[in-house]
Nanobody
């Protein structure tokens, strides 16, 4: 079983920054990638950024240049540094881990950006 626990969400003004963290535990010896998705009210869940087990990253176009995904293998933790936040970044952010056993999700953390 895999557990993912997110933290770091909150309320921030437009132009501000937040750093999300996701700590993974359980059967995570082998995984393909970890990443972040988000879901705004009335919208579908969408990819924000992901990082493979070899360190390759990719970002949604909306995140490029503003968000940075990174990981600490020793802590089994992935981070999402978000800068220059906009009201349209408001959403629940979900951590995800893709393993041979399938895709796993965290419980989500709310990010609210006020104008």
């Amino acid at each position: 079983q895999v557990q993912l626990v997110e933290s770091g969400g909150g309320l921030v003004q437009a132009g501000g920054s937040l750093r999300l963290s996701c700590a993974a535990s359980g059967n995570i010896f082998r995984f393909n990638s970890m990443g972040w998705y988000r879901q705004a009210p009335g919208k579908e869940r969408e990819l924000v950024a992901r990082i493979t087990n070899s360190g390759l990253t990719n970002y949604a176009s909306s995140a490029k240049g503003r968000f940075t995904i990174s990981r600490d293998n020793a802590k089994n933790t992935v981070y999402l540094q978000m800068s220059s936040l906009k009201p349209e970044d408001t959403a629940v952010y979900y951590c995800t881990l893709l393993a041979p056993t399938g895709r796993h999700w965290g419980q989500g953390t709310q990010v609210t950006v006020s104008s």
